[in-house]
């Protein structure tokens, strides 16, 4: 999850305000009833059903001390099964450069963070199309409950933080988890400055006083994993990936090195056990990077995992959540949710990796853990449902320890051996897609003996905290 400089989550935050203007708002009204289905509960003014994009092509011009942001975006799209007359793009209050369609200059309107085209011609159903968009001035984050959201000025550089709904802060896209498409981002900025964003680096690219910097990720990526760092960072390889392995890197302030060197040492190991449990990584490489401010969470993004300064401590005070942002990658950035009222699906998961890495690297069981939470949970409301928590429960604590519980509650009934089975299935195939909690219902219970309704019943559809589960007889992992 994503929170930047913001209190811990405010349980009375509220929804977002919509502070778009009743014009705005009216217009919506007929646009709603079509796009209904698909469109995210929790979120219903991001996204747009009504197509999907397959690739995103940035090209940005960033500098730090006036922050300063300047884009071109194509983007290739395919229209959905009605003709597009018009369709909607989430991006922040930028200055609009141009919008064209299939090379044309096009109708638009930008308000509320909506940038809404209307193409000369509609696009026929099921066809393909491009859109590009010019945009320029000031990024900064989006407000939400959770604390700003998105792009955020640091004080020397800047940061990407986007979930659940930030990536309109920096870029125009279909703002949705589902329309999961590749990317290539370029960006220049002064040459002082390195660039980080998930996927490959391409070409690094001097002029004069600048630096362009060309990143690939060409696996399927939702618009919210979209990371980036701009910051003056040394760059070391973490371990030998040796033939065949997963590079990692760490991009850090130099005088963090130190610390970081012994905080980030077991990651390569966490990455070797989490294949063994979960499936090949799914992604070309790893990359952290470790801000000189502090974040109040650390924040996962394809391919990158962003931590504050002040998670790195020189005595690996914050493993766990090394742990938990490498888990990621498998259940939320491979496998993502369909829309947010799922989100346990990425974070009860990457909580049990945490225990799961505790029970392999010498420290407490998951079961001893799990049940650590569950002394934890049984003296809190006992009103949240892991399967559709609502909007302002989605980053609580307890969905994480609960989410966690389940994994655990499902291990417990299925035995281990099914069990990492289930889950390296789950992983393959889902890879690169979307998932619900009916379909990780349905897929548990291939791998059971019994009938697995009661326990979803139980723990992800019900509210009361069920007892510990125990674990079977069968051989822990
Ligand atoms: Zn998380």
Redesign the pocket.
Known sequence: ?ALLNAGRLDPVGGAAPDRRSSTAQGADAAVAVQQAVGQDPYFPANGDPRYRVHRYELTLDYRPGPNRLAGTARINAIAGRAPLTEFQLNLADFKIGRVRVDERQTHYTHRGGRLRVRPAKPVRAGAAFTVEVHWSGNPKPVASPWGGLGWEELTDGALVASQPVGAPSWYPCNDRPADKASYLISVTTPSAYSVVAGGRLLTRTAKASTTTWVYEQSAPTSSYLVGLAIGKYQTVLLGDPGPGGVPQHGHIPAHLLPEFSRDFARQPAMMELFQELFGPYPFEEYAVVVTDEELDVPV?AQGLSLFGANHVDGARGSERLVA??LA?QWF?NSVSIADWRHIWL??GF??YAEWLWSERSGGRSAHQLAAAAHRLLSDQPQDLRLADPGRKAMFDDRL?ERGGLTLHAIRCALGDEAFFLMLRSWVRLHRGGSVTTPALVSHVSRFADEPADALFEAWVYGGPLPPLPLPGTRTAV
Do not use: I
């Open positions: 999850m996962e938990h942002e990621h939320g990425n974070e990457a909580k994480y």
